[in-house]
């Protein structure tokens, strides 16, 4: 009698705090279609939703956390009616949620949009549990405003530990993210190529498990494997070097050599069978230039007949080919307006009716069952790119859209997790009917996966939900779902806080401080312009120590260093005190006991590693300005000391990473000849990470050297 008692009060307590204000605290991700609130709440909550009940004996579909325990059962003891009504009128994926007083009814269009309808109830029974609250009374209509809405997972330069790809196929599902663009080069044991795979590359067997996994939360893989460019992977193992377009260059194939497509057909073949469910083939295609060993065949026609080979290979295996359409278009010279976002429709239009013809005249070779993918992740919304996929449906051609949550920035993603441009060409995408749209995620310069989630769940939102969330919105339900629903509040932001301080972090220890730096090596392996200078590209120079990184303060002219430093010195204050605030919050978040802990800790390694080489430079600064003897002791003394507070920070670092990720390629791994300076191509133990401190510190050591010298001379 008495738990009774205790189980009724409890219930009351429960229903207390049923205000109608409390409706903000249950955010979903991505957005529904449409939410009916009936402005009162129901007698459901956590503890007494157990049973479900489907008339047509519908199996449950996989469910996580907040729904897992349901089991079937009668309808009479159930709270939850559910079925699939393939005559919904609602788009596939598409549900029908409506809850009730007493009772849950879910009407789904097919075995995903259940699944999805469970997984929106997931996320409700979440919030209703955290604030003690019992389930709103309302109804939801659901589906996609785009079909296919697939993930790039590149696993070119590093792998995660296994067990993480079934973590994050769980992470993807729960997003409504329903494929996945694998980039597994060399990262996948071939048995007709062996030589391509790397020592630690995983099985076909063990590939094929993740993609059953997938499969089963509605995710199909489809495998991108590079073919006549970014072929560094096989071109440099010695056996297939006579298959290169230049004998002296890894980089791309010979479109003319019979012998190049038996090799990339045993590899398309060994893919597919990793990746059984996937409907798709992409065969890469970007970025080069070939000439079929000086053929005299154009390049355009050169990139065409490969395209038609491996598009028909593709649809005699049952797969769709995907292709980057960029090179088609340099080749057309209608390219350039595409990332201009000043020039006039008028220019762009003038470029077009001059240029057109030669792609015109190439346009019965254009492969009609392939699709070509538009990728744009700065410009989209300029009108050349608008352009260009006009060009390709007007023609008859498939078009796909591509956006990027990471590029070519170092450490994190940066601009806001790119959530400018993911959210036009989700737009764009919708608003032309295109039945996909891709997220790019480049391993180019490796961030921690982790931290390319927001970039992830905007996608997410904009693809399901279409444009009902302005960015500010969005990134307070991001941080909702996934610290929890005490974060919502903009004192809990912190992630575009650190864009500046790793921006500015990147190549603060070189001598010239440029953004971004893009230069193809030449076969010596030389840059030319000594103006321009990446921290990406220091492995590749000669004289690094006296030519790229910063000079130190001379010991006989102090206060000059702060003179030559001194602009760059106010940034680091500036930068200084952004971390420290960063920090705090992330302090605050962690004292809450937040969900995802991990992603706090990956965050407070990057700001870690920033703050590093911003003290690094203040340590020089107090030495440069030391008034006595006393003082240039004490601070000489913190300029010894960098290289054991380095030591200390990087194995940090990398015990948090290598949590989830392999950090250290095999002593037998071949490295390529790095043609776009990717920095986790360069070295195969972590060293990549850290190779401006590491130089840095080196020059550190050899400038306390000479010091010691000097006054013992």
Not at 47 to 58: C, G, L, P, R
Not at 92 to 110: F, H, M, P, R, T
Not at 523 to 530: G, M, P
Not at 628 to 641: A, M, W
Request: proline share 3%.
């Amino acid at each position: 009698m008495r738990q009774i008692l205790i189980l009724f009060i409890a219930f009351l307590f429960i229903g207390c705090s049923n205000n109608i204000e409390n409706l903000e605290k249950f955010k979903l991700l991505p957005s529904v279609q449409e939410l009916e609130f009936k402005d009162t709440f129901s007698n459901l909550n956590f503890e007494n939703i157990k049973f479900a009940y489907s008339v047509n004996n519908t199996e449950l579909p996989i469910r996580y956390d907040f729904t897992n325990h349901i089991e079937n059962n009668s309808q009479s003891e159930s709270t939850i009616d559910y079925h699939i009504d393939s005559s919904l009128d609602l788009n596939q994926e598409g549900y029908k949620l409506d809850i009730l007083k007493n009772k849950i009814s879910i009407v789904a269009k097919d075995e995903a949009g259940l699944f999805y309808a469970f997984t929106t109830l997931d996320q409700l029974i979440e919030d209703s549990k955290d604030q003690n609250i019992n389930l709103p009374m309302i109804s939801i209509k659901d589906y996609p405003l785009i079909k296919f809405r697939p993930i790039h997972i590149d696993v070119k330069h590093h792998l995660e530990k296994e067990s993480y790809y079934y973590q994050l196929m769980d992470h993807l599902a729960q997003l409504k993210i329903n494929g996945v663009i694998l980039e597994i080069e060399d990262k996948l044991k071939y048995k007709r190529r062996p030589e391509v795979g790397s020592e630690d590359a995983l099985s076909i067997e063990k590939w094929k498990s993740i993609s059953e996994y997938a499969k089963k939360r509605n995710i199909n893989i489809s495998p991108l494997v590079q073919g006549l460019g970014h072929a560094s992977y096989i071109l440099k193992h010695e056996q297939n070097k006579k298959l290169r377009d230049d004998p002296k260059s890894d980089w791309a194939f010979n479109p003319l050599d019979p012998e190049t497509y038996k090799l990339q057909f045993d590899l398309y073949l060994d893919a597919m069978e990793a990746t059984p469910y996937g409907k798709y083939l992409h065969v890469g295609g970007d970025e080069v230039q070939t000439t079929g060993r000086k053929s005299g065949k154009s390049a355009l026609e050169l990139n065409l007949i490969w395209l038609n080979k491996v598009s028909a290979f593709a649809e005699k295996h049952n797969r769709i080919p995907i292709f980057w359409d960029d090179m088609l278009l340099k080749q057309g010279e209608v390219y350039y307006p595409i990332y201009d976002l000043n020039i006039s429709k008028q220019k762009v239009d003038s470029i077009w009716e001059v240029n057109e013809p030669k792609l015109n005249k190439f346009i019965k070779q254009f492969p009609e069952n392939c699709i070509y993918m538009r990728w744009n992740y700065h410009a989209t919304e300029s009108y050349g790119n608008a352009r260009a996929m006009d060009w390709f449906t007007n023609n008859g051609l498939k078009v796909m859209g591509a956006t990027a949550g990471q590029t070519r920035w170092t450490l994190m993603p940066q601009r806001e997790s790119n959530i400018d441009q993911i959210r036009i060409f989700a737009d764009q995408s919708i608003k032309r009917n295109f039945n996909g749209l891709l997220l790019t995620l480049w391993d180019d310069d490796s961030p921690h996966f982790e931290l390319y989630k927001r970039g992830i769940s905007a996608f997410a939102e904009y693809t399901w939900g279409g444009i009902k969330r302005t960015k500010s919105e969005f990134k307070s339900v991001f941080r909702h779902r996934t610290f929890g629903s005490e974060f919502q509040s903009e004192e809990y932001a912190f992630i575009d806080s650190l864009d500046s301080p790793v921006k500015e972090w990147t190549n603060i220890l070189l001598k010239k401080d440029f953004e971004k730096m893009m230069i193809t090596i030449t076969d010596s392996l030389e840059v030319s312009n000594s103006e321009v200078i990446h921290r990406n590209s220091l492995i590749h120079r000669k004289k690094t120590l006296t030519n790229y990184v910063i000079d130190l303060p001379d010991f006989n002219n102090k206060g000059s260093w702060n003179k030559k430093y001194s602009s760059r010195l106010k940034k680091i204050s500036k930068q200084i005190k952004s971390l420290n605030k960063i920090n705090s919050i992330l302090n605050k978040i962690k004292e809450k006991d937040p969900e995802n802990k991990f992603l706090i800790e990956i965050y407070e390694q990057v700001s870690a590693l920033a703050g590093y080489s911003f003290y690094a430079m203040e340590v020089l600064s107090r030495f440069d300005n030391a008034k006595n003897e006393k003082e240039e002791t004490l601070y000489l003394k913190e300029i010894y000391d960098l290289s054991k507070k380095f030591k200390n920070l990087r194995e940090k670092f990398e015990s948090v990473y290598s949590k989830t990720r392999v950090l250290n390629k095999p002593e037998s791994y071949i490295l390529d000849q790095d043609h776009h300076y990717h920095p986790a191509n360069q070295t195969k133990n972590f060293d990549w990470q850290f190779m401006a401190e590491l130089i840095f510190l080196e020059k550190i050591e050899n400038y306390l050297k000479e010091m010691m010298l000097e006054i013992k001379g």
